[in-house]
């Protein structure tokens, strides 16, 4: 495939698509079985680098809604009466066919996300994996964890997830509900189901006991029954806000517990004593990173105005080295757009951003003719009204903002109404821990930027949501406690 100009020319190294084997359809995962859509109706999953249907996959409605909620509640009473001991060896071993699987899981998910094989083999997998180890270690020490000394399961978690990390986002779900001796209902994201029917198949493989993990594929009309069913007794969603406001309403006044990891506006703060070259690597996997679909992507560029020019004359030159293209390709950097929707919000936005006055700059870039694209690019002479400066693109574009002081900068990363995460490269210290007490911000990179690690807590403040997942906090969701 052909790629935009950079300083080496690479010959294209493809990873092996044929390690999947995919079938021409799937059905939904309850009670253990693969079934049918009791009204029949299924849509389709695409490959978004080439349009390419993959797959065929049942549409859930209400009676499949109905017949997950009832066989994983039926499945509680033996899965949340094992020993922790016991429920530690299931996660365990799914963790362990998770690795002996991945090259096959990542293929998957590049094909169906459009994610470069580079992440989706190197990031999404090994986390995926290290989740589940993570919890299957927590199983069997609830009692010291810190929420009483005989901490008990909610019941029956409805989880609702997105399509940018599918089995990543399952991973971050699945794995603490199950230690804490919880069933789930999973729902992936309409564009992205297949991994989660895949993972459906390695819990069979790992003897799961039958209903205590069931896999609802559909949309948000599957979601929104799946989250209003009165059979559940936990909420975990992750998405964008105006999904996760909806359904806080739904849950009101219920016993439902919820938590809801939902959009970011992160702001990366780039000090003048920073170690320039270091600080650029930060930005662009702050932004570039699986094309920008990343809730805590770093999509404010804060700059300190005396090394703006330095900074953004590096900047514009690895941008020019990043390599747009085949997400199946070991080369490749940037994938593709994860669907026609997502595609057209970006340049619709990034329209607003041209026409509201703000400078477009991105590198000579070819992409390819099919499939859904989006040249890295960023903006600059961005001011806080603007609106590429307020929303969330979720794509692989970037706003320039510039500050003078260390109280400025806070002030302007604070100025949205989001709170997931943010960075700060600097060489002090003691300026690193000022910021991080004044941003309010879920996460703090300093230094570094999209490090997650399954014994880190993550989460946001206002409209990025509430609920921590990750770490000993992630546990509190799935038990009974306050
Ligand atoms: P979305 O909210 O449209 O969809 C997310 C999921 O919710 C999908 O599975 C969808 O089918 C389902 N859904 C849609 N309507 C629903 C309804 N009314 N009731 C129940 N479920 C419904 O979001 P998206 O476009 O798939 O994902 C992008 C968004 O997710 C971005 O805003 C991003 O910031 C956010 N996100 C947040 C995190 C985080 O951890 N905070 C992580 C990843 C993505």
Redesign the pocket.
């Known amino acids: 495939m052909d790629k935009m100009s950079s300083v080496f020319e690479y010959a294209p190294a493809p990873e092996s698509r044929a390690v999947v084997d995919l079938a021409p359809s799937y059905g939904l995962f309850v009670d253990g079985e693969f079934r049918e859509a009791a009204d029949g109706r299924v849509f389709k999953s695409l490959s978004p680098s080439s349009e390419e249907v993959l797959a065929e996959v049942a549409q859930a409605g209400a009676a499949d809604v109905d017949a997950a909620v009832r066989a994983a509640r039926t499945a509680f009473t033996g899965w949340s009466a094992l020993p922790g001991t016991e429920r530690a060896k299931y996660l365990f071993r799914i963790a362990r066919i998770i690795q002996e699987r991945s090259r096959e899981l990542a293929v998957l998910e590049s094909l169906d996300n459009g994610k470069p094989i580079r992440e989706s083999r190197d990031v999404d997998l090994p986390l995926v994996a290290a989740h589940f180890f993570y919890y299957a270690g927590w199983a069997d020490k609830l009692q010291h964890a810190g929420f009483g000394a005989d901490p008990r399961p909610l019941g029956v978690a409805a989880q609702?997830?997105?399509?940018?990390?599918p089995l990543l986002?399952l991973a971050w779900k699945v794995a603490p509900a199950l230690a804490c001796g919880n069933t789930v209902v999973l729902?992936?994201?309409?564009t992205t189901p297949l991994s989660a029917l895949f993972f459906a198949d390695i819990c069979r493989q790992a003897g799961l006991p039958k209903g205590v993990v069931n896999i609802l594929t559909g949309?948000?009309e599957t979601?929104?029954a799946l989250?209003g069913h009165d059979g559940v007794d936990k909420v975990a969603?992750?998405?964008?806000?105006?999904?996760g406001k909806?359904?806080a309403r739904t849950v009101a006044g219920t016993r439902k517990k919820v938590t809801l990891?939902?959009?970011?506006k992160a702001a990366n703060i780039v000090f003048d004593d920073a170690p320039v070259d270091q600080a650029v690597e930060g930005i662009v996997n702050g932004i570039f990173f699986n094309q920008g679909h990343v809730?805590c992507a770093g999509s404010r560029l804060l700059v300190q105005e005396s090394v703006r020019d330095e900074v953004l004359d590096a900047l514009k030159r690895r941008m020019s080295t990043l390599r747009v293209g085949d997400p199946l390709d070991k080369n490749t950097d940037i994938g593709a757009i994860n669907s026609a929707e997502q595609l057209a919000r970006i340049t619709e936005l990034t329209a607003a951003g041209e026409a509201e006055g703000a400078e477009r700059w991105a590198p000579a870039c070819e992409l390819p003719s099919a499939g859904y694209w989006f040249a890295p690019t960023l903006f600059t002479g961005v001011t806080q009204a603007h609106r590429i400066a307020r929303e969330?693109i979720?794509g692989p574009v970037l706003s320039v903002l510039t500050f003078r002081t260390p109280a400025e900068a806070v002030e302007k990363a604070n100025n949205t109404p989001y709170g997931?995460s943010a960075g700060i490269w600097t060489e002090k210290g003691s300026r690193i821990l000022w910021m991080a007490d004044r941003l309010r911000a879920g996460v703090v990179w300093a230094n570094t930027f999209n490090k997650f690690d399954p014994t880190s807590p993550?989460g946001?403040y206002k409209e990025?949501?509430y609920g921590r997942e990750g770490g000993r906090h992630g546990l509190e969701a799935y038990l009974d406690v306050v």
């Open positions: 609702v997830i997105p399509w940018n990390f986002m729902k992936p994201a309409e949309d948000g979601g929104a989250v969603f992750t998405g964008s806000t105006e999904v909806a359904i990891e939902l959009g970011g809730c969330e979720f997931l993550f946001g990025s949501g």
